[in-house]
C-alpha cells in the first residue's frame, strides 16, 4: 500500500499534468494542502518534495511552490533505467524492439566495450500511451545472449537482467544534446522530419567496472525533462565543448 505522502504526491501531480495547476501558477500552502488531505504538514512536505524532485515544482519565497513544468522529470542523482525511473513516477510505459542484430564492434565500441561481437537494438518507449523515446543500444558480447532471451515487449531490460542474472548496472557516463530527427527517429515518434531531440548518450557498467552497453537515446521534445542538482561543493555535471565538424556521432541503423 502507498505511504501517505506518495498519495498526496499523485493527487498533485495528476492536478500539474491536467493543467489544474498551470506552470507558472503556485500549489496551495502547506497548510491548505494538510487540511484538504487530512494529513500533517510533514506528510505533506514530504509529498512536495518529491514533485520538486521530478522537476515538476520548484521553491520560492515562502511556503509555496511554483509549477515548473507538466514533463515528467528524470534526476540524475540516481542511477534509473526508463522503466524503472517511470514506474517510480506511477506512469504507465511501455517497450517494443524493433530492429535486433549481431555485428563486430565498431572501433569506437571495442573501446567503449570490448572488441568482439555486440548485439545492436533499436528499441521504441512509450509514456502514458505515447512514443516518447528511441533508443539505440549495443550490447558487450558477454550480455548479448541475456538480451536475446528477452521478450520484444519487455519492459525493463534492466530488472529483467537483474532478475535473471543478477546483473546490476551501477555506473554510468552521460552525455546530453540536441540533434535534429531524421527519417527513422521522425516515423517512429510521430513528429516531423528534422524536428529537435534531446540526445541523451550514455554508457553504463557493473560495479566492478565491466562495459555492460553503450546507448544513442532520443527523447520526443516536450515529453520528459532532465533534473539535475548540484552546488557550489559538488558538481557532478560537466560542461562540455562540442565539435561541431563531428557532432553527429556514430550512427547506429538509420537515424
Same mark, same amino acid.
Request: charged share 25%.
Given at each position: $500500500?502507498?505511504?501517505?505522502?506518495e ?5 498533485l501531480r495528476?492536478? %500539474? ?19 484538504r488531505?487530512g494529513?500533517?504538514?510533514g506528510?505533506v512536505?514530504? *509529498?512536495?518534495?518529491?514533485l520538486? *524532485?521530478?522537476?515538476l515544482v ?8 511554483? =509549477?515548473?513544468?507538466a514533463?515528467p522529470?528524470?534526476? !540524475?542523482?540516481?542511477?534509473?533505467? !526508463?522503466?524503472?525511473?517511470a514506474r517510480a513516477?506511477?506512469?504507465? !510505459?511501455?517497450?517494443?524492439? %524493433?530492429?535486433q542484430?549481431?555485428?563486430?564492434a565498431?572501433?569506437?565500441? /571495442?573501446?567503449?566495450?570490448?572488441g ?6 533499436l ?11 528511441v533508443?539505440? /543500444? ?7 545472449? *541475456?538480451?536475446?532471451?528477452l521478450p520484444a515487449? +519487455?519492459?525493463? =531490460? /534492466? ?8 546483473? &546490476? +548496472? ?5 552525455? %546530453?544534446? *540536441? =540533434?535534429?530527427?531524421?527519417a527513422?527517429?521522425?516515423?517512429? @515518434? ?15 557498467t /557493473?560495479?566492478?567496472?565491466r562495459? =555492460?552497453?553503450s ?5 520526443r521534445?516536450?515529453? &520528459?525533462? !532532465? ?8 558538481n557532478p @555535471?560537466?560542461?562540455q565543448? %562540442?565539435?561541431?565538424r563531428?557532432?553527429s556521432?556514430?550512427? $547506429?541503423f538509420?537515424?
Amino acid at each position: $500500500m502507498a505511504a501517505r505522502y506518495e498519495l498526496i504526491a499523485d493527487d498533485l501531480r495528476e492536478g %500539474i499534468l491536467s493543467g489544474a495547476y498551470p506552470v507558472g501558477s503556485q500549489l496551495p500552502s502547506e497548510a491548505e494542502l494538510a487540511r484538504r488531505h487530512g494529513a500533517a504538514r510533514g506528510t505533506v512536505r514530504q *509529498a512536495v518534495a518529491v514533485l520538486a *524532485a521530478e522537476g515538476l515544482v520548484g521553491s520560492r519565497q515562502g511556503a509555496r511552490r511554483i =509549477v515548473l513544468g507538466a514533463a515528467p522529470s528524470q534526476s !540524475f542523482a540516481e542511477l534509473h533505467s !526508463f522503466a524503472q525511473w517511470a514506474r517510480a513516477g506511477g506512469h504507465r !510505459f511501455g517497450g517494443q524492439v %524493433i530492429e535486433q542484430r549481431r555485428r563486430p564492434a565498431s572501433a569506437a565500441e /571495442t573501446a567503449r566495450l570490448g572488441g568482439g561481437e555486440v548485439l545492436e537494438v533499436l528499441r521504441l518507449r512509450t509514456l502514458e500511451g505515447e512514443p516518447v523515446l528511441v533508443e539505440r /543500444t549495443v550490447y558487450a558480447a558477454w550480455v548479448a545472449p *541475456a538480451v536475446e532471451a528477452l521478450p520484444a515487449d +519487455c519492459e525493463s =531490460v /534492466t530488472q529483467a537482467l537483474y532478475d535473471a542474472a543478477g546483473l &546490476v +548496472c551501477a555506473y554510468g557516463e552521460h552525455l %546530453i544534446d *540536441a =540533434v535534429a530527427a531524421g527519417a527513422q527517429d521522425a516515423r517512429l @515518434l510521430g513528429v516531423r522530419r528534422g524536428s529537435p531531440l534531446l540526445r541523451q548518450r550514455r554508457t553504463t557498467t /557493473t560495479h566492478e567496472g565491466r562495459p =555492460v552497453e553503450s546507448s544513442d537515446d532520443r527523447y520526443r521534445a516536450g515529453s &520528459v525533462a !532532465f533534473s539535475i542538482r548540484n552546488s557550489i561543493g559538488a558538481n557532478p @555535471l560537466v560542461r562540455q565543448a %562540442i565539435d561541431l565538424r563531428s557532432a553527429s556521432g556514430e550512427h $547506429m541503423f538509420e537515424s
